[in-house]
């Protein structure tokens, strides 16, 4: 508490003001008793130099009259004058020779008046014996040429014929001396009082307000800007309390109006007890960081660029780089739930959920009540939920070495209104608190990544719908020239072959001519619908152009090609179709080619495999030809018969 007050203005001030007016006063002190002393001293001296003078003068005066033996009586009735105490005459030796070693009751000299006998020089000095101060003179009577003593002694000018030792009491004068310096030092310490409160009267309403405004920006610190700094006078620290007050009041509402603004974006509920400059200064940042993500996003091609770019965002800001994400996209053609790999050439899985919400999406709650399950709150809110997941990952192990419990945390992300897709979090029991606090930002990046995704499945379906044939689902010519560059550079980098089949309908102009369109666009269909459920899925069935179809078969060479072809082949010729009262049947004609074996050019083989159909053609229809490159020369012989009877 002393050290908390010894902080504040008042303090110090008063502080200052003390040490001043003690080392004052010490100063003062000591100054009046030096000046006293010294003043009473000389005052003494001077009067021991007038009774000497007197004694001198008395001395002559008996010497011309002849009564000089009666000196001693004069000097008993010298010493009985007010202040002074004893008065002597010691002869000097030069006395002593001319008129006999005779004192008659006369002191003997002591040291000091024996050196003033051989100096000449008067002495003076401070005696204290017990509580008793005295001034002692010691003064020599010395002859000089204007004197008479040379005419009645042996004596020249300059020689100390006698000394005169008085002595005068000081205590009085000392008594005095302290009693005057009391009463001065006195005044000066009432003034040094009545200054004293003066100046704490003057300065008291600035420590106060000085007081006041650091409580204000420490309490502003903390994130309250409500507080008042009280005005103490109407001069300028007045104006400056009622400054800062205009200050802290404009920065309150502000920060008022910025949380408002900002809470409506996060739908965050902040905690009266929390900082609320730091809060807003963490949400401003976490929508600033959401800003950025959405600019990021909106760059992004294509929806799985989006999921990955979400989950590693969340995974970063909120889980350390440690959660753990599942993504689920609902199929449109059967209604399934499809777990989506974020990672190339990983299959993605169902870890944390039952496995029959994918056969059946009704079985996730998210997807029939469109709305996010927080598992953090009700933990045994979705069914379908696996606490442990699939795996033994020594990291779901707790210090206890029992398992750790895991919350879901599931998103739904809507496509038309209806459920799109849905993104899963899984939260561990050691996270639950933090996560808790980052939901609101964690639904912002949800509802920002909505639209996003809305407009990547848009762009995909319209471009899916430029690559496939209307009419019977199958790829388009289009869909091969764009996809052809990644064909071809896996095929390279896996130093493996590509079977390029060219299929085309024997006489199938005679099905429209004859039955119409309509049997002709059913024959189409059949035709497709044959091809694509003989090829594996990984090969690529295109309608090419009318009733001509190209299937390329991957990692596979022209030895099993002619196997599948001639699948496809009998498939079709066994086929019959019904349109009706008609039944329809047609024969199918195919060209083999092989991809990089027959031509290092991709495009120069599926020419080759066009040449092995028109042998195919040549030859009788409904059968299977393997190029070879005679043919090639055959045909660019008929090419430039062609030209030359053109």
């Not at 009774?51 to 011309?64: C, D, N, W």
């Not at 204290?128 to 010691?138: A, F, I, N, Q």
């Not at 889980?319 to 199929?331: A, K, L, M, P, T």
């Not at 019977?472 to 020239?481: A, P």
Request: one cysteine or more.
């Amino acid at each position: 508490m002393i050290l908390e007050s010894a902080k504040t203005l008042n303090f110090k001030v008063s502080l200052f003001f003390v040490t001043v007016s003690v080392g004052l006063v010490i100063v003062l002190t000591a100054v009046t008793f030096l000046a006293f002393r010294q003043f009473s001293i000389n005052a003494v001296t001077e009067h021991l130099h007038t009774a000497a003078e007197v004694v001198r003068l008395h001395l002559t005066e008996s010497m011309v009259n002849g009564t000089i033996d009666q000196r001693q009586n004069f000097l008993f009735r010298l010493a009985e004058v007010r202040n002074l105490r004893t008065a002597r005459v010691i002869r000097s030796p030069i006395l002593e020779k001319q008129f006999g070693d005779t004192h008659k009751g006369e002191y003997l000299p002591d040291e000091t008046e024996k050196n003033v006998m051989k100096s000449g020089k008067p002495v003076f000095r401070v005696d204290y014996s017990g509580s008793d101060v005295v001034l002692r003179g010691t003064i020599p009577y010395t002859v000089t040429q204007e004197s008479n003593c040379v005419k009645c002694h042996n004596a020249r000018p300059g020689e100390v014929l006698a000394v005169v030792t008085m002595t005068m009491p000081f205590t009085s004068l000392r008594q005095n001396a302290i009693v005057t310096a009391v009463g001065i030092i006195g005044i000066v310490i009432v003034a040094l009082a009545l200054l004293f409160i003066s100046l704490y009267r003057l300065l008291k309403p600035i420590s106060n307000t000085a007081s006041d405004i650091e409580r204000a920006v420490r309490e502003a610190i903390g994130g309250n800007f409500r507080s008042e700094i009280k005005k103490q006078t109407n001069d300028e620290i007045g104006q400056i309390a009622n400054d800062m007050n205009r200050l802290l009041k404009f920065l309150g509402d502000g920060l008022d109006k910025m949380n408002s603004y900002i809470l409506q974006l996060v739908d965050r509920q902040q905690n009266k007890h929390e900082n609320q400059l730091l809060a807003t200064i963490e949400m401003v940042k976490n929508i600033t960081q959401i800003s950025q993500y959405k600019i990021a996003i909106e760059e992004d091609n294509t929806k799985l660029s989006v999921y990955r770019r979400l989950i590693n965002t969340l995974n970063t800001r909120f889980f350390n780089g440690h959660g753990e994400f599942s993504v689920f996209e609902v199929s449109g053609d059967n209604n399934e739930l499809l777990p989506i790999s974020l990672i190339e050439n990983m299959n993605a899985s169902c870890r944390w959920c039952q496995q029959k919400i994918l056969m059946s999406p009704k079985s996730c709650r998210v997807f029939h009540t469109a709305h996010m399950i927080n598992g953090l709150i009700q933990p045994d809110l979705c069914y379908s939920f696996k606490q442990n997941g699939n795996a033994t990952d020594s990291q779901d192990v707790d210090e206890n070495g029992g398992r750790e419990r895991h919350y879901p945390l599931c998103f739904p992300i809507l496509k038309s209104g209806i459920v799109g897709s849905i993104v899963q979090m899984i939260v561990k029991e050691t996270d639950k608190e933090r996560i808790l606090v980052a939901l609101p930002y964690i639904r912002v990046y949800m509802a920002e990544t909505a639209p996003v995704l809305e407009v990547r499945r848009l762009m995909e379906t319209l471009r899916e719908s430029s690559l496939r044939d209307p009419m019977t689902g199958l790829n388009n010519r289009r869909f091969l020239e764009e996809y052809i560059d990644t064909l071809i550079a896996g095929t390279h980098r896996n130093q493996t072959h590509v079977a390029i089949l060219m299929l085309d309908l024997d006489n199938f102009k005679m099905i429209n001519d004859t039955y119409g369109h309509d049997a002709g666009d059913l024959v189409l269909k059949t035709l497709a619908s044959i091809i694509r459920s003989t090829v594996r899925a990984s090969d690529f069935v295109i309608r090419y152009g009318g009733e001509e179809f190209m299937v390329v078969l991957q990692d596979t060479t022209c030895a099993p090609a002619l196997k599948v072809a001639e699948k496809i082949r009998t498939s079709v010729e066994a086929t019959k179709i019904n349109h009706g009262e008609a039944t329809l049947q047609r024969t199918l004609s195919i060209g083999i080619s092989d991809f990089p074996g027959d031509s290092s050019a991709f495009w120069q083989a599926v020419k080759f495999a066009d040449v092995a159909l028109y042998n195919a053609k040549q030859a009788g229809r409904n059968r299977v030809v393997r190029f070879t490159h005679d043919m090639w020369q055959d045909a660019c012989s008929r090419t430039s018969k062609t030209s030359d009877e053109g």
